[in-house]
């Protein structure tokens, strides 16, 4: 054992020299001590968390408030932070003329009634990044359920009321919503990282789901993470640390309120949506503190809908030790989420009410995270996480039919042969079980080096996660079988289903990483400063390799400006859906006799077989240049950037043709079933989808926020942010659609060339913010403006460059020829050729919040408070913009 340590320290001591490449003598180190107490009460704080963010050291405060840190002497920037404070920063800059011995911190209540709040998002204190980080007010300024909510404060995006009724994800930095960019957006909890991967809920491969609330193949669901308990958001559009994979349009981290904190309840309510929330810390002893938190939403857009109701109820738990001399913290996390939603009955429906549907999932997370500040030579800290989430999810959907009974096909593999026949009135079903699982692991190592002038904060680790999903899958019952299933009259081929077990066909998917990552501080003799942060990441994700550089740099020109950018290399798994789509059923009915003595039916089945999907991951380059500007009157930030993302995964159709037996009867018994024989075959054409890594999407743009200081005359301030972006993909492949035309064969699909998908926009937003930090009264105005949307053509031409017959072979058209009347069944409408732009309008959103000394706190929240609706052209067409006003109310009580 003490050899193996041995040897740990020696490799440990040769990576620090090879990757500083000098033997320069490191510059002194310092302690700094003194006590934190309430700027109210006066008394001693236990308890608060004391951070060095420029070595990573830490400490937490004892019983008597006292703590001790030990820092760089040159470089440091402490920040003081716990629950219901407002955090606390000193850097070596402003503690000049202190006693770095007996300091004395004063940490103010976060309310109203400090002289400055936010109430949108800001940047980040990041010398060299851009992210933007959300806190308390800015969280509760839009009135919100869910983290979705939240983020419609980013530059660029549009304020919307919140739509429960529906799965609710985001797209980071693009101008068109595509399921790529949502599904490469990664969430990080807690410190763990969280997954929609193992996602299976779909009853056939066309991406249909059984109910509304099915999201397979996209981002993480928004619904599921309240907001009542989050404590602080922080959105990275750019180019993440080193430390983070699986990701390749962003990530965003939720931290949840943790630590010591008296009772909050909490109640929302607006527009068919009720939330009630309820939240406590607790202190155990010296060492343990507990929280708790529930929250349970109830959402009904539209009440003469009964099918579409969200009911969820989510309970938290996070312990949080530290050892006798705090050099030792564990934090458990456990999180609990259950949609309370049963049977959801049409009563109105003629059919007696049978008509219903629901989606019940309930999962659990569970998250450890240790951190050990070990002080040793060639080691700070040593932080370990380890995380599971688990669900049990059903969907299911049903409808109540009396049209005579159907054919089942029951083949499992291509044959011709008796299919089984529903009831005359039954219960059409569609079912799906899954049981998504993820379990991940991650060990961080990080030691601050200072030598002379330049400041060297390295941290390497590795982590590993696993996903699968064993549940029973699709259920397929022939006494129940559902109309995307059941058969009559002449077939058209289109897919069908059958049942798949989860648990039997996918296979667990394993992700490995490795990264490392130097982060820089360099001083100038003209006190200039240098930020660098510099990483390569190595991942193996289900046996493809890849390397992922990252850069951020930053640069002061001067005491107000900074100059910023970046570039890096992300990839994204596939998802097990993507990988396992299952096999693939085309059944025709070939006969159908039904007498008073017999019922008698043959099926054609064609069986696809699909084995595990050869998908690479997605993969993503992003590029960003900025600037960061402090002036007397207030921060300017702008950051320009251009993302490109290619191997994304995409549905394309895949034709193929068949033969299908042409079938002669004989009737040899008068009152027997007949007999038959293949007189010849006929060719038909299947068509299915399967993912593909050929999807390719640009996006370049650039974002500003303006942050002035609060004129006092007036306690008002304003804060200004906007985006253009514009966007592109192309997928490498030519459009083909069929026609119409029932009784066309000859010229049955046309190839049309497809133009790239191109959308931009420019959208800007004022906030006015008036504060009276004496009454704890905010009152803020939201001005939306959508300057310009614009949908460029989807097709380069109306007409087909080409086209295919009933046999699959194509014929190319010259173009001369497209004119010909002959070709017209392929003809599309020319409005395929015409961009659409819209005008310039806006929206108006009103907030007013007061608190009381007493602990009640009481909001209202307008969206479109002006009711504000107009009506823009789009070529021949006119649309109405914004949705109707809406009113909503939160009430709030500490105790």
Same mark, same amino acid.
């Given at each position: 054992?003490?050899?193996?340590?041995?040897? +740990?320290?020696?490799?440990?001591?040769?990576?620090?020299?090879?990757? $500083?490449?000098?033997?320069?003598?490191?510059?002194?180190?310092?302690?700094?001590?003194?006590?934190?107490?309430?700027?109210?009460?006066?008394?001693?704080?236990?308890?608060?968390?004391?951070?060095?963010?420029?070595?990573?050291?830490?400490?937490?405060?004892?019983?008597?408030?006292?703590?001790t840190?030990?820092?760089?002497?040159?470089?440091?920037?402490?920040?003081?932070?716990?629950?219901?404070?407002?955090?606390?920063?000193?850097?070596?800059?402003g503690?000049d003329?202190?006693?770095?011995?007996?300091?004395?911190?004063?940490?103010?209540?976060?309310?109203?009634?400090l002289?400055e709040?936010?109430?949108?998002? &800001?940047?980040?204190?990041?010398?060299?990044?851009?992210?933007? $980080?959300?806190?308390?007010?800015?969280?509760?300024?839009v009135?919100?359920?869910s983290?979705?909510?939240?983020?419609?404060?980013?530059?660029?995006?549009?304020?919307?009321?919140?739509v429960?009724?529906?799965?609710?994800?985001?797209?980071?930095?693009?101008?068109?919503a595509?399921?790529?960019?949502?599904?490469?957006?990664?969430?990080?909890?807690?410190?763990?990282?969280?997954?929609?991967?193992?996602?299976?809920?779909?009853?056939?491969?066309?991406?249909?789901g059984?109910?509304? !609330?099915?999201?397979?193949?996209?981002?993480?669901?928004?619904?599921?993470?309240?907001?009542?308990?989050?404590?602080?958001?922080?959105?990275?559009?750019?180019?993440?640390? %080193?430390?983070?994979?699986?990701l390749?349009?962003?990530?965003?981290?939720?931290?949840?309120?943790?630590g010591?904190?008296?009772?909050?309840?909490?109640?929302?309510?607006?527009?068919?949506?009720?939330s009630v929330?309820?939240d406590?810390?607790?202190?155990?002893?010296?060492?343990? /503190?507990?929280?708790l938190?529930?929250?349970?939403?109830?959402?009904?857009?539209?009440?003469?809908n009964?099918?579409?109701q969200f009911d969820?109820?989510?309970?938290g738990?996070?312990?949080?030790?530290?050892?006798?001399?705090?050099?030792?913290?564990?934090?458990?996390?456990?999180?609990?989420?259950?949609?309370?939603?049963?049977?959801?009955?049409?009563?109105?429906?003629?059919?007696?009410?049978?008509? %219903?549907?629901?989606?019940?999932?309930?999962?659990?997370?569970?998250?450890?995270?240790?951190?050990?500040?070990?002080?040793?030579?060639?080691?700070?800290?040593?932080?370990?996480? %380890?995380?599971?989430?688990?669900?049990?999810?059903?969907?299911?959907?049903?409808?109540?039919?009396?049209?005579?009974?159907?054919?089942?096909?029951?083949?499992?593999?291509?044959?011709?042969?008796?299919?089984? !026949?529903?009831?005359?009135a039954?219960?059409?079903?569609?079912?799906?079980?899954g049981?998504?699982?993820?379990?991940?692991?991650?060990?961080?190592?990080?030691?601050?080096?200072?030598?002379?002038?330049?400041?060297?904060?390295?941290?390497?680790?590795?982590?590993?996660?696993?996903?699968?999903?064993?549940?029973?899958?699709?259920?397929?019952?022939?006494?129940?079988?559902?109309?995307?299933?059941? $058969?009559?009259?002449?077939?058209t081929?289109?897919?069908?289903?059958?049942?798949?077990?989860?648990?039997?066909?996918?296979?667990?998917?394993?992700?490995?990483?490795?990264?490392?990552?130097?982060?820089?501080? *360099?001083?100038?003799?003209?006190?200039?400063?240098?930020?660098?942060?510099?990483?390569?990441?190595y991942?193996?994700?289900?046996?493809?390799?890849?390397?992922?550089?990252?850069?951020?740099?930053?640069?002061?020109?001067?005491?107000?400006?900074?100059?910023?950018?970046?570039?890096?290399?992300?990839?994204?798994?596939?998802?097990?859906?993507?990988?396992f789509?299952?096999?693939?059923?085309?059944?025709?009915?070939?006969?159908?006799?039904?007498?008073?003595? *017999?019922?008698?039916?043959?099926?054609?089945?064609?069986?696809?077989?699909?084995?595990?999907?050869?998908?690479?991951?997605?993969?993503?380059?992003?590029?960003?240049?900025?600037?960061?500007?402090?002036?007397?009157?207030?921060?300017i930030?702008?950051?320009? +950037?251009?993302n490109?993302? !290619?191997?994304?995964?995409?549905?394309?159709?895949?034709?193929?043709?068949?033969?299908?037996?042409r079938?002669?009867?004989?009737?040899?018994?008068?009152?027997?079933?007949?007999?038959?024989?293949?007189?010849?075959?006929?060719?038909?054409?299947?068509?299915?989808?399967?993912?593909?890594?050929?999807?390719?999407?640009?996006?370049?743009?650039?974002?500003?926020?303006?942050?002035?200081?609060?004129?006092?005359?007036?306690?008002?301030?304003?804060?200004?942010?906007?985006?253009?972006?514009?966007?592109?993909?192309?997928?490498?492949?030519?459009?083909?659609?069929?026609?119409?035309d029932?009784?066309?064969?000859?010229?049955?699909?046309?190839?049309?060339?497809?133009?790239?998908?191109?959308?931009?926009?420019?959208?800007?937003?004022?906030?006015? /913010?008036?504060?009276?930090?004496?009454?704890?009264?905010?009152?803020?105005?939201?001005?939306?403006?959508f300057?310009?949307?614009?949908?460029?053509?989807?097709?380069?031409?109306?007409?087909?460059?080409?086209?295919?017959?009933?046999?699959?072979?194509?014929?190319?058209?010259?173009?001369?020829?497209?004119?010909?009347q002959?070709y017209?069944?392929?003809?599309?409408?020319?409005? &395929?050729?015409?961009?659409?732009?819209?005008?310039? +309008?806006?929206?108006?959103?009103?907030?007013?919040?007061?608190?009381? $000394?007493?602990?009640?706190?009481l909001?209202?929240?307008?969206?479109?408070?002006?009711?504000?609706?107009p009506?823009?052209?789009?070529?021949?067409?006119?649309?109405?913009?914004?949705?109707?006003?809406?009113?909503?109310?939160?009430?709030?009580?500490?105790?």
């Amino acid at each position: 054992m003490y050899r193996n340590i041995h040897l +740990y320290e020696r490799s440990m001591r040769f990576i620090v020299l090879l990757l $500083l490449g000098t033997c320069l003598p490191l510059s002194a180190q310092q302690y700094i001590s003194g006590t934190v107490s309430d700027a109210d009460t006066g008394n001693l704080m236990a308890g608060v968390n004391i951070i060095d963010l420029v070595s990573g050291q830490w400490t937490i405060s004892g019983d008597d408030g006292a703590f001790t840190i030990e820092t760089s002497a040159r470089q440091f920037e402490l920040h003081f932070q716990i629950l219901g404070k407002e955090t606390y920063v000193l850097d070596n800059e402003g503690a000049d003329g202190l006693d770095l011995m007996k300091l004395s911190i004063v940490l103010k209540d976060k309310n109203l009634r400090l002289d400055e709040v936010e109430v949108t998002g &800001v940047r980040k204190r990041d010398r060299a990044g851009s992210s933007i $980080l959300f806190d308390k007010y800015a969280i509760s300024q839009v009135q919100a359920f869910s983290l979705a909510e939240i983020l419609q404060q980013l530059p660029g995006s549009e304020i919307r009321p919140s739509v429960l009724n529906e799965p609710q994800t985001i797209s980071l930095r693009t101008a068109m919503a595509k399921k790529n960019n949502a599904f490469g957006v990664s969430y990080v909890l807690d410190g763990m990282q969280l997954s929609n991967d193992e996602n299976m809920q779909l009853y056939n491969t066309k991406a249909s789901g059984v109910t509304t !609330y099915d999201n397979v193949n996209t981002g993480y669901d928004l619904r599921s993470i309240p907001a009542s308990n989050i404590e602080s958001v922080e959105v990275i559009a750019g180019i993440p640390d %080193a430390k983070y994979g699986n990701l390749t349009s962003g990530i965003i981290k939720i931290d949840r309120r943790a630590g010591v904190s008296p009772y909050r309840v909490s109640a929302n309510i607006r527009q068919g949506k009720t939330s009630v929330s309820i939240d406590k810390g607790l202190r155990l002893d010296d060492r343990n /503190t507990l929280s708790l938190s529930a929250d349970y939403l109830n959402s009904n857009a539209d009440p003469r809908n009964s099918l579409e109701q969200f009911d969820r109820i989510t309970t938290g738990l996070i312990w949080s030790t530290v050892n006798q001399n705090q050099v030792f913290k564990n934090t458990l996390s456990v999180t609990l989420r259950k949609n309370l939603d049963d049977m959801n009955y049409d009563k109105d429906n003629n059919d007696g009410g049978q008509v %219903a549907k629901y989606k019940k999932e309930t999962g659990i997370l569970l998250s450890n995270r240790a951190k050990w500040a070990l002080q040793s030579r060639w080691m700070d800290n040593l932080g370990f996480q %380890a995380g599971i989430s688990y669900a049990s999810q059903e969907s299911y959907d049903q409808q109540f039919v009396n049209n005579g009974g159907k054919v089942v096909p029951l083949a499992m593999e291509t044959a011709l042969q008796p299919g089984a !026949y529903t009831p005359v009135a039954y219960l059409m079903k569609k079912q799906v079980f899954g049981k998504p699982l993820n379990v991940s692991a991650r060990l961080d190592i990080d030691k601050y080096i200072n030598t002379g002038g330049w400041g060297h904060s390295i941290s390497y680790g590795a982590d590993f996660s696993l996903s699968d999903n064993l549940g029973r899958g699709r259920i397929y019952d022939p006494s129940s079988a559902n109309a995307q299933v059941v $058969l009559s009259g002449q077939s058209t081929g289109d897919e069908g289903v059958r049942p798949l077990d989860f648990n039997k066909y996918v296979q667990s998917q394993k992700r490995y990483g490795v990264y490392f990552q130097d982060n820089i501080r *360099y001083t100038f003799a003209n006190d200039r400063k240098l930020y660098a942060n510099i990483g390569m990441r190595y991942d193996n994700q289900s046996g493809y390799s890849g390397f992922s550089p990252r850069v951020n740099l930053g640069y002061e020109l001067s005491d107000k400006v900074k100059v910023r950018f970046g570039t890096g290399f992300a990839s994204k798994a596939p998802s097990l859906s993507n990988l396992f789509p299952g096999d693939k059923y085309f059944d025709y009915v070939m006969a159908d006799f039904r007498t008073n003595y *017999y019922s008698y039916n043959l099926v054609q089945t064609f069986v696809k077989k699909i084995d595990k999907q050869e998908l690479k991951p997605s993969k993503s380059w992003k590029f960003e240049a900025g600037a960061d500007i402090n002036t007397a009157i207030g921060n300017i930030s702008l950051t320009s +950037y251009y993302n490109r993302s !290619y191997d994304g995964f995409m549905a394309v159709d895949v034709r193929e043709l068949r033969q299908l037996p042409r079938l002669e009867f004989d009737f040899p018994e008068e009152h027997g079933a007949p007999t038959y024989t293949i007189s010849g075959y006929d060719p038909t054409i299947i068509k299915h989808s399967l993912s593909v890594n050929s999807s390719v999407a640009r996006d370049f743009g650039l974002e500003f926020m303006m942050h002035l200081k609060k004129i006092r005359a007036i306690n008002t301030s304003f804060a200004f942010s906007g985006a253009y972006t514009f966007s592109d993909s192309s997928n490498g492949v030519d459009l083909v659609e069929k026609t119409d035309d029932p009784l066309e064969k000859e010229y049955l699909y046309g190839y049309y060339h497809k133009a790239n998908d191109k959308f931009d926009a420019l959208r800007l937003r004022l906030t006015a /913010t008036h504060h009276i930090p004496d009454i704890g009264l905010l009152i803020s105005l939201t001005a939306e403006q959508f300057t310009r949307t614009t949908s460029y053509a989807v097709l380069r031409d109306n007409r087909p460059f080409a086209y295919a017959n009933a046999n699959l072979e194509y014929f190319e058209i010259p173009e001369a020829e497209r004119d010909n009347q002959k070709y017209s069944p392929l003809w599309k409408d020319m409005s &395929v050729t015409q961009d659409r732009t819209y005008p310039a +309008y806006h929206n108006f959103h009103l907030r007013v919040t007061k608190e009381m $000394l007493n602990g009640l706190s009481l909001s209202f929240y307008a969206y479109n408070f002006l009711n504000y609706r107009p009506y823009v052209k789009i070529l021949d067409a006119y649309s109405i913009r914004n949705q109707k006003v809406s009113f909503g109310g939160n009430v709030k009580f500490v105790f």
